[in-house]
């Protein structure tokens, strides 16, 4: 995981519900959505369902800097989402995790 060039940490997570579990994830997302916000050096954090594609969701995220994020994902509070999520969702939470890296054309 690397921080851009103006430091900032970008993050794409997407994640698919088990099947029966589409409306019971979609609402324990939106309730932790908020608080992750609130976490210090959070720049972005806004949660879609992928349209056409019910229990489909996508996280996409921006950190101030890579401690940002660790601290983030190190709250206590997610030691106890982290479990909760895992019965929802297929397969880990690392599988969906992709870090982007943005880039500009030269003028």
Same mark, same amino acid.
């Given at each position: 995981m690397t921080a851009t060039s103006n430091r900032y940490v970008t993050v794409l997570w997407e994640a698919r519900a088990k099947p029966g579990k589409e409306a019971e994830m979609k609402a324990f997302m939106t309730a932790a959505v908020t608080p992750s916000r609130n976490d210090a050096g959070n720049i972005d954090y806004e949660a879609h369902e992928v349209e056409g594609q019910p229990g489909t969701f996508v996280i996409l995220e921006r950190w101030e800097t890579r401690d940002a994020l660790e601290n983030h994902l190190q709250a206590p509070r997610m030691q106890t989402l982290? @479990?909760? #999520?895992?019965?929802?969702?297929?397969?880990?939470?690392?599988?969906?995790? $992709?870090? #982007?890296?943005?880039? $500009? @054309?030269? $003028?």
């Open positions: 982290v @479990p909760q #999520l895992l019965e929802l969702m297929d397969g880990t939470v690392e599988d969906g995790i $992709r870090f #982007l890296q943005p880039f $500009r @054309p030269a $003028r």
